[in-house]
């Protein structure tokens, strides 16, 4: 069944999950109603359609995760709003487009997972400006362009998975840019250069086919 809108009535609700379970259709425009809500979590559902520009409505949002499901389209375009939120986990849908650079504006944010969608264009530079991140995921779309040199100021990232796109260039430096670097996927890209190996980090770096 799908996620009724009297969702909408619930006005104190703080914290909703429907995770692993079989709700379809959209995702409720209602949500954006919920000033309060800081954590939604709908991972595993079979939800399709866009990502509600109403959900940026829920400025007290901390945790986002709608990952593995069949959501499409763009991110929405107003997540400026979403100035308190410190996770998001949109992996394992049908997402396009490009990642916006209004990313700049999510301060607070730690873990960025967008894998396994079907983006496109460049990173970002604004990407930079979250100095927060710990982990940085967005393997296997269709992103392209060189490594972003802005990254090289994200200095707590300990996951970074650019595996499975179309990135170009010389190879990042990242033994002298990342010191808590622990998991870092670069494989089935177009890199070219010298690879320094550094130990504890787990490194996958084959070129693709």
Known sequence: GMIPDEISELKNLKKFSLDFNNFDGYVPYAFGQLKDLR?????????????????????????LDLQMNSLAGHLPTQIENWTNLREIFLQKNRLTGSIPSEIKYLK????????????????????????????LCLAQNMLSGKFPEELYGLKNLQKLSLNDNDF?????????????????????NYFTGHFEYFPDCVISISPQN
Request: aromatic share 6%.
């Open 39 to 63: 954590t939604l979590s709908l991972k595993r559902n079979k939800l399709n359609g866009f990502i509600p520009n109403d959900l940026c409505q829920c400025v007290a949002l901390e945790v």
């Open 108 to 135: 607070k944010l730690t873990k960025l997972d967008l894998s396994e969608n079907m983006l496109t264009g460049d990173v970002p530079k604004e990407v930079g400006q979250l100095l927060g991140l710990t982990e």
């Open 168 to 188: 170009y260039g010389e190879f990042p430096d990242v033994k002298n840019n990342f010191p808590n670097m622990s998991e870092l996927g670069l494989s089935n």
